[in-house]
């Protein structure tokens, strides 16, 4: 966990600024600048359009008495999109915008779900009701 925090605080912004820079120097300042702004407005939109259809779709699953678990996991992931793209920078501009993509959601949340059932610890306790 230690590693994983150090990469996100540490490395990862050490990594975005020095793809920035390099951005900066073979394109100009002012291009990658227009760039990040521009992922930041495209990714804003299209987690709205994404955020409304899994609200649709959730309303939907609600309506004819389905769990609107998918809505729910994609809801999850695209809310974790959305500071990745405003964040400035490419790195995260790529993270977030493979977040959009609906098949690599679906990757992760399968990824995710076998990650926490392998954590849950099914304990037998003995159990006697009141009497």
């Known amino acids: 966990m230690l590693f994983v925090l150090i990469t996100l605080f540490i490395i ?20 990658v600048i227009a ?15 994404q955020g409304l259809a899994a609200l649709n779709n959730a309303r939907s699953d609600l309506e ?10 994609d809801g999850a992931l695209l809310i974790v999109a959305a500071p990745l793209l405003m964040t400035p920078g490419f790195i995260t501009d790529a993270l977030g915008f493979s977040l959009l993509i609906p098949p690599v959601r679906r990757m992760l949340a399968r990824l995710a779900l076998k990650h926490i059932r392998a954590r849950i610890v099914v304990k037998e306790t003995s159990y006697e009701p009141y009497e």
Do not use: K, N
């Open 64 to 73: 004819t008495g389905r769990l609107p678990v998918d809505s729910a996991v």
């Open 12 to 31: 990862g912004p050490i990594a975005e600024i020095y793809v920035l820079l390099a951005a900066g120097g073979a394109f100009g300042a002012l291009p």
């Open 35 to 49: 760039m990040c702004i521009f992922t930041a407005f495209l990714g804003g939109f299209i987690i709205r359009l």
